[in-house]
């Protein structure tokens, strides 16, 4: 089955540690995003990524990084500079992130919650 | 900012009546708009989407409006059924940045009632 996932689904740190939440798709898809959600928000965009080696900064990338060494593959690390970390973590792929094809939806893995103790 | 806003928090219907989730955004230059269903501690599901050069897209009990002067769509669910009850999320995206990125609005809770 061709899907996303993500792991783990619940995830608690320390304050000052920095913790790496794991995104995996088999969809053959070029591009992969990361969102986050809070309680009575929307999701907002954390870092984005169109093609393999490459990734662009969202609107709220600052206290995190990625890295796209493959294309089936997109790590988020929430680093100790994140201030305000606990939230629910999304990932999502689609076709292909620009040209025409920007009219495409994304689909989503089923999310990791993370808590800062 | 808040590009896309859905100014309903939440909204309850009873079951075999329509649903009517609104969103409203104001960057002219969105044009592919989509709607997302979410259900608790679940990621969004793909509903159903329109581009800017339609005014209407269909399917099965599901209809999406765009009024582009307006800068406002609508998701439409008729009949409602109890299994809709979820967060609904609508999202833009401007198609000629070439990022395909989506800007989401803040999510409206659907209650249908049996």
């Known amino acids: 089955d061709g899907g996303i996932t993500q792991s783990p689904k619940y995830l608690f740190r320390k304050e000052g540690q920095n913790v790496t939440l794991s995104c995996e798709q088999n969809?053959?898809?070029?591009?992969m995003y990361w969102y986050r959600q809070d309680p009575g928000q929307g999701l907002r965009l954390i870092y984005y990524?169109?093609?393999?080696?490459?990734?662009q900064k969202g609107d709220i990338a600052e206290g995190y990084s990625v890295s796209r060494e493959k294309k089936e593959s997109f790590p988020l690390t929430v680093t100790s500079a994140q201030k305000n970390p606990t939230a629910f973590y999304l990932c999502?792929?689609?076709?292909?992130?620009?040209?025409?094809?920007?009219?495409?939806?994304?689909?989503f893995g089923p999310g990791t919650r993370l808590t800062v103790l | 900012d808040q590009q896309v806003k859905q100014n309903s928090p939440s909204l309850s219907v009873q079951e075999g009546r329509i649903s009517i989730l609104n969103c409203d955004y104001t960057?002219?230059?969105?044009?592919?708009f989509l709607w997302y269903k979410k259900y608790p501690a679940e990621g969004p599901t793909f509903l159903i989407s329109i581009s800017s050069i339609k005014d209407k897209n269909e399917d099965g009990r599901f209809t999406v409006f765009l009024n582009k002067s307006a800068k406002h769509l609508s998701l439409h669910i008729v009949p409602s059924q109890p299994g809709d009850s979820a967060v609904y999320f609508c999202a833009a995206s401007e198609g000629s940045s070439n990022t395909g990125k989506l800007i989401f609005g803040q999510g409206t809770t659907l209650q249908v009632k049996p």
């Open positions: 999502a792929s689609s076709i292909d992130g620009g040209g025409a094809s920007s009219y495409n939806e994304q689909f």
């Open positions: 969809l053959n898809h070029d591009a």
């Open positions: 990524s169109q093609i393999v080696n490459d990734f």
């Open positions: 960057n002219s230059m969105f044009d592919y």
